[in-house]
């Protein structure tokens, strides 16, 4: 069992860590494509040994240090933003239940009954890792940046769980492998009847992960970098590596398991699930979760490179005034008519 | 005459179904599948137009001089004429022209036979402006600016252009683009890639 | 754009009894004595309706008592006409600064250049230089190359084996460069810190478009109080144009607002042109290229603007459509001109070479694709409920701030005054051209941004004019002026020997960031003796801390790429 557990983290580390390096690239391309431009095009082709040599470069680069900062506290905070945020991918199921000869495998790290808690207990940790980077500098700019973050976190934690509490009723579980069984069996995905609770999700995920239009504590052209304008080389490259790569992946993978009935194939409410892809046999619902996942990384990327970014008042208001209610009114009506008829 | 210019506010429809979003979202990904317009710079190089106005050059006596200036400035300042050499007469008027005249170091030497030619003419680049009122100064159409635009060099003194180099340049640039037409620009091709969507049609 | 006759300005000559008036057709004038001026400026702004502030500075006459001419200059929107008020100093005037914000600018720019003091002035710090520099570069008796008092052998080539001979041996002594205390003191006397944090917004920084420093006393991220330090670009361009022949200073006016060369270019030989007298000269063919050419750099201008405003706004992708298309516009004007950014095309008395085979033909091109791709970024941007909430009602400009402040340009427009040169003062072939001037109705940001895209569309309508006009004219048309008596004046392409007759003249162009006006004083030589620039960027830029006031951090960048400052013509 230990052995098939070491595996499950090695898969998972080298995913988070190796994934999250590649999908720069695949933003690249996609904000070179849509911009008119073909994005990077020299190392390997089209590009694609690209992450690398952006590793190497940031590895090699020299690590400089706020002369007034505090080196304790600007170290942790880079360890603070990494470790939840890859902490997160134990508890998402990737595939079904299978089997390799006599030992049965859930794709899942440890499937505990408060998964989804944990997912979001997670999340906030990554407020300190900001707000710990923005002091440590000793600069105004990430101070600024820092307190902005933490100000957005802060906000919209708050209605991110509200959001998700519709589905977590009308499963009636936290544990995130239970909830997509549920949706199979009860023959559907959630956001057929949660439909405002996922636009809230989705926005509130591009608060947590800073994309735009949230994207204010970097705002460059007020704030150069915000948080990370005092880290350098490698340190420099962990935090965006995290926000808007670990992060967005992790997110987008709750909302499929909640929201998108996880690894089952298309869904047509009440009915059934239509497979389009039942050749693969065992692999196919592997295929639709990292499909899903796509998509909805696909869909932030789409939006970060459309959309202008809100103020920070405006989007703490948003969030408080208008998403806020929102799931509340959504929570109580999945409340009074989700038992009568499911149970 | 005046034309009023104000806001349209959103209506309710468009603020509930996003479809502000949407418009900017459809363009974006409408975008994303047309063909990029970027050339690939170190690569792939645009000809600069013939009006370029890069580094400068000597063009040298092949017999296409401007008649009659230039025989007239040869005969006023005794110039010795020969083939194959810059067709400077030391006649200055690029220095008063010049914005920052300190730019030019020119000096003529006196032959064995009497007649003159210019034996230093030194351009520090790092103070041209790049104006080109020099070049219309020129009266003998000698010192003019070619398509040479990647000027940059690991040592100060690589940026003072002397006389052999300046006619070099200037050969070069007989030979290679002296007689292209006067169009705005040289490589309609390679300019496509940016401007096929307007599809234009030069003469 | 005329100049006041006696009747508009009659009640002076009754009220202020030094006041003697001078009419011209090139300037026309008050002169007063210093103890009436401010007596005369508040009758002329608030009985007789000269509104608006154009213009203050100094001239210096080193062998003559009294020694400095200060002239004000100022327009009057109900009559559109201008009028100017000199008088005479020894150093000390009594400070403008209650009539008009603008003023307050202007004059510390004045104290700043010729050291001229003025009393009752609330902040008389310098302008552009820094506050422990002690000469006035503008006096007629500094020197051109100035002091060269520091030891600074650094900017000579220290490459190994490197002998520094010919002309890479700079001499290493050079003019003072200020210290980190300078600095510091410059600092200080700009803002007293009166809440929690002072952000220096700059003097690097991607958000003000340039080397400009921002000083913002926040309280959270509320704005407090701010203020600009200025003079990170300053290179003296009105000293060198004192020194330098009138068709050379040509190349002066590309580096001043160097995303408009063309338009500043226009402005300049339009302004030397009056003033010799030979507008009537310039062939047809001359005025309707310039024309066309200054269109095109409205439109690349305004189309930085854009994709950098919208940068700023976090709209990555509009930066690089509207880039794509500027792109367009610069393979034109390079295979028109032969430069894409410092132009130097317009010559005194024409341009300097005909349209090149091919010219007509893709302009046309290009006008014909370009209103498309402008309401594509205007359905990405415009009706945007993220673009609408961050720009409308940020940033108001009332319309009597417009003329307080002495705003031009198409932030004048956007507060609903139909300020446009092109219209009022007609240059080169605007008279004959059909197009409308875009106002707004709130003067918010978001009705500068509408004003911006509408002159785009009204560009494109003159260029296309210009066009027909061009095919209609034969082939070998003349393209400069020439000359009735080659004697008399000389008008050549390189302007060896271009003398102009003595007298003064005040004549502005409609630049994209306002009006670019040029002061001009003639002794009779090849230079002018006084070029006074009025920027329109720097008296744009003087609103800004009012605005600022009470704002976040996040409108900082809104409210100053709407104002759309450029550094290289607020310092000159």
């Known amino acids: 069992m230990i052995a098939v557990i070491l595996i499950k983290v090695l898969i998972i580390v080298a995913l988070?860590?190796?994934?999250?390096?590649?999908?720069?690239?695949?933003?690249?391309?996609?904000?070179?494509?849509?911009?008119?431009?073909?994005?990077?095009?020299?190392?390997?082709?089209?590009?694609?040994?690209?992450?690398?040599?952006?590793?190497?470069?940031?590895?090699?680069?020299?690590?400089?240090?706020?002369?007034?900062?505090?080196?304790?506290?600007?170290?942790?905070?880079?360890?603070?933003?990494?470790?939840?945020?890859?902490?997160?991918?134990?508890?998402?199921?990737?595939?079904?239940?299978?089997?390799?000869?006599?030992?049965s495998v859930k794709p899942i790290l440890t499937d505990v009954n408060v998964g989804l808690l944990l997912v979001f207990a997670f999340g906030s940790m990554a407020v300190f890792a900001i707000a710990l980077a923005g002091w440590a500098s000793n600069s105004k700019y990430a101070l600024i940046g820092s307190m902005r973050k933490a100000g957005i976190v802060i906000s919209y934690e708050v209605v991110i769980t509200f959001a998700v509490m519709g589905p977590i009723i009308l499963a009636g579980t936290l544990s995130t492998y239970e909830i997509v069984q549920n949706q199979i069996q009860q023959k559907l995905w959630y956001i057929w009847v949660q439909p405002i609770a996922f636009i809230v999700y989705l926005f509130a995920m591009l608060a947590e992960t800073g994309r735009v239009p949230f994207d204010i504590q970097e705002a460059e052209a007020e704030l150069v970098t915000g948080f990370t304008v005092e880290y350098g080389g490698m340190k420099f490259g962990l935090f965006p590596l995290v926000e808007w790569y670990v992060e967005v992946l992790s997110l987008s993978a709750?909302?499929?398991?909640?929201?998108?009935?996880?690894?089952?194939?298309?869904?047509?409410?009440?009915?059934?699930?239509?497979?389009?892809?039942?050749?693969?046999?065992p692999f196919s619902g592997f295929v639709w979760f990292i499909l899903k996942l796509s998509a909805l990384f696909l869909l932030t990327l789409w939006i970060h490179w459309t959309l202008p970014r809100y103020r920070i008042d405006q989007i703490t208001q948003i969030a408080w005034s208008v998403m806020l209610p929102l799931t509340l009114v959504n929570l109580v009506l999945t409340a009074i008519i989700a038992p009568l008829i499911w149970r | 005459m005046v034309k009023r210019v104000f806001e349209k506010p959103l209506s309710l429809?468009?603020?509930?179904?996003?479809?502000?979003?949407?418009?900017?979202?459809?363009?974006?990904?409408?975008?994303?599948?047309?063909?990029?317009?970027?050339?690939?710079?170190?690569?792939?190089?645009?000809?600069?137009?013939?009006?370029?106005?890069?580094?400068?050059?000597?063009?040298?006596?092949?017999?296409?001089?401007?008649?009659?200036?230039?025989?007239?400035?040869?005969?006023?300042?005794?110039?010795?004429?020969?083939?194959?050499?810059?067709?400077?007469?030391?006649?200055?008027?690029?220095?008063?022209?010049?914005?920052?005249?300190?730019?030019?170091?020119?000096?003529?030497?006196?032959?064995?036979?009497?007649?003159?030619?210019?034996?230093?003419?030194?351009?520090?680049?790092?103070?041209?402006?790049?104006?080109?009122?020099?070049?219309?100064?020129?009266?003998?159409d000698c010192l003019f600016q070619s398509d040479i635009h990647e000027t940059a060099s690991y040592s100060r003194k690589d940026a003072v252009l002397d006389l052999s180099t300046l006619e070099k340049i200037g050969k070069d640039w007989q030979n290679r683009r002296e007689d292209e037409p006067d169009r705005i620009w040289a490589d309609d091709n390679a300019r496509m890639r940016l401007w096929y969507e307007n599809s234009p049609k030069l003469g | 754009m005329r100049w006041a006759n006696l009747e508009d300005i009659l009640p002076t000559q009754k009220l202020i009894k030094s006041a003697s008036f001078k009419e011209d057709k090139k300037i026309s004038y008050i002169s007063v004595s210093e103890s009436e001026l401010i007596a005369l400026l508040k009758l002329l702004k608030e009985e007789l309706g000269f509104k608006l502030f154009i213009d203050h500075s100094v001239a210096d006459f080193p062998e003559r008592k009294p020694r400095f001419d200060a002239f004000y200059i100022l327009y009057n929107p109900q009559k559109n006409a201008r009028i100017a008020v000199k008088t005479q100093t020894d150093g000390e005037l009594d400070s403008a600064q209650h009539l008009w914000f603008a003023a307050k600018w202007a004059e510390r720019e004045c104290y700043d250049m010729f050291g001229i003091k003025y009393k009752g002035h609330e902040n008389l710090v310098r302008a552009f230089m820094w506050e422990t520099y002690s000469h006035f570069p503008l006096r007629k008796d500094f020197p051109l190359e100035g002091y060269a008092t520091e030891y600074l052998p650094s900017l000579n080539e220290v490459f190994p084996?490197?002998?520094?001979?010919?002309?890479?041996?700079?001499?290493?002594?050079?003019?003072?460069?200020?210290?980190?205390?300078?600095?510091?003191?410059?600092?200080?006397?700009?803002?007293?810190?009166r809440a929690q944090i002072v952000l220096n917004w700059g003097p690097l920084h991607p958000g003000t478009h340039g080397t400009m420093w921002f000083l913002f006393d926040l309280e959270g991220e509320?704005?407090?109080?701010?203020?600009?330090?200025?003079?990170?670009?300053?290179?003296?361009?009105?000293k060198l144009a004192e020194n330098e022949m009138y068709n050379q200073f040509l190349v002066y006016t590309d580096r001043m607002d160097y995303l408009s060369a063309l338009c500043s270019n226009q402005a300049w030989v339009v302004a030397v042109e009056r003033l010799l007298g030979i507008e009537h000269l310039v062939p047809e063919k001359a005025k309707y290229i310039r024309t066309m050419m200054c269109e095109l750099q409205r439109i690349n201008s305004h189309l930085l603007w854009l994709g950098t405003y919208a940068l700023d706004l976090g709209a990555l992708t509009v930066f690089l459509y509207a880039f794509k298309e500027r792109e367009k516009l610069m393979d034109i004007i390079e295979g028109i001109t032969g430069a894409r950014l410092t132009i130097s095309y317009t010559r005194v008395g024409g341009v300097r070479m005909d349209l090149p085979k091919g010219a007509l033909e893709l302009i046309e091109a290009f006008i014909k694709h370009f209103p498309k791709e402008l309401s594509m970024w205007e359905s990405m941007l415009s009706r945007n409920r993220i673009w609408l909430r961050r720009n409308v009602g940020v940033g108001i400009i009332t319309?009597?701030?417009?003329?307080?402040?002495?705003?031009?340009?198409?932030?004048?427009?956007?507060?609903?005054?139909?300020?446009?040169?092109?219209?009022?003062?007609?240059?080169?072939?605007?008279?004959?051209?059909?197009?409308?001037?875009?106002?707004?109705?709130?003067?918010?940001?978001?009705?500068?941004?509408?004003?911006?895209?509408?002159?785009?569309?009204?560009?494109?309508?003159?260029?296309?004019?210009?066009?027909?006009?061009?095919?209609?004219?034969?082939?070998?048309?003349?393209?400069?002026?020439?000359?009735?008596?080659?004697?008399?004046?000389?008008?050549?392409?390189?302007?060896?020997?271009?003398?102009?007759?003595?007298?003064?003249?005040?004549?502005?162009?409609?630049?994209?960031?306002?009006?670019?006006?040029?002061?001009?004083?003639?002794?009779?030589?090849?230079?002018?003796?006084?070029?006074?620039?009025?920027?329109?960027?720097?008296?744009?830029?003087?609103?800004?801390?009012?605005?600022?006031?009470?704002?976040?951090?996040?409108?900082?960048?809104?409210?100053?790429?709407?104002?759309?400052?450029?550094?290289?013509?607020?310092?000159?």
């Open chain 1, 16 to 103: 988070v860590l190796g994934l999250g390096a590649f999908l720069t690239l695949v933003e690249r391309k996609f904000a070179g494509h849509v911009q008119r431009r073909p994005g990077p095009m020299v190392v390997g082709w089209h590009g694609l040994l690209q992450p690398l040599a952006d590793g190497l470069k940031l590895i090699t680069k020299e690590d400089l240090f706020p002369s007034m900062g505090n080196r304790i506290l600007y170290n942790l905070a880079i360890i603070l933003a990494l470790v939840p945020a890859a902490l997160v991918f134990a508890v998402i199921p990737f595939g079904p239940e299978f089997s390799i000869g006599s030992i």
């Open chain 2, 13 to 140: 429809m468009e603020r509930v179904l996003f479809l502000d979003f949407m418009k900017g979202l459809s363009i974006t990904i409408r975008q994303a599948f047309k063909r990029t317009i970027t050339t690939h710079y170190p690569y792939e190089k645009l000809k600069p137009p013939k009006r370029f106005r890069g580094f400068f050059g000597h063009k040298v006596i092949n017999g296409k001089e401007p008649q009659p200036a230039f025989t007239e400035w040869v005969e006023r300042f005794k110039i010795a004429v020969e083939p194959g050499k810059s067709r400077c007469v030391v006649c200055l008027l690029c220095k008063r022209a010049c914005p920052v005249p300190q730019l030019f170091e020119i000096e003529g030497e006196k032959l064995p036979d009497g007649k003159r030619r210019v034996s230093i003419f030194n351009m520090n680049m790092m103070l041209c402006t790049f104006c080109g009122f020099c070049v219309d100064a020129c009266p003998v």
């Open chain 3, 161 to 193: 084996g490197g002998d520094l001979t010919g002309l890479m041996n700079y001499d290493r002594m050079h003019t003072p460069v200020p210290t980190l205390k300078d600095i510091e003191i410059t600092e200080r006397s700009r803002l007293k810190k």
């Open chain 3, 399 to 572: 319309s009597e701030d417009v003329y307080y402040y002495g705003l031009t340009g198409p932030v004048a427009r956007g507060s609903g005054i139909p300020y446009d040169l092109r219209k009022l003062d007609p240059y080169d072939a605007y008279p004959w051209v059909d197009f409308d001037i875009p106002v707004g109705q709130n003067g918010d940001v978001y009705d500068r941004y509408l004003v911006r895209l509408e002159e785009m569309r009204q560009s494109v309508r003159i260029v296309s004019q210009c066009i027909n006009a061009l095919r209609a004219l034969p082939p070998d048309a003349p393209f400069m002026a020439e000359s009735e008596d080659p004697k008399k004046l000389k008008l050549p392409l390189d302007g060896i020997g271009l003398k102009v007759q003595e007298g003064e003249i005040y004549s502005s162009g409609e630049n994209p960031r306002g009006e670019l006006g040029f002061y001009i004083i003639s002794n009779g030589g090849t230079k002018p003796y006084r070029v006074k620039i009025r920027p329109g960027s720097f008296y744009n830029l003087c609103i800004y801390p009012k605005l600022m006031q009470d704002r976040v951090i996040a409108d900082a960048v809104a409210i100053l790429a709407s104002l759309d400052p450029v550094v290289g013509e607020i310092d000159r």
């Open chain 3, 222 to 238: 509320r704005v407090v109080q701010s203020d600009v330090i200025l003079g990170q670009l300053h290179r003296g361009v009105e």
């Open chain 1, 254 to 281: 709750i909302a499929v398991v909640l929201f998108l009935g996880g690894w089952s194939p298309i869904n047509i409410p009440f009915i059934g699930f239509v497979d389009p892809l039942f050749f693969l046999g």
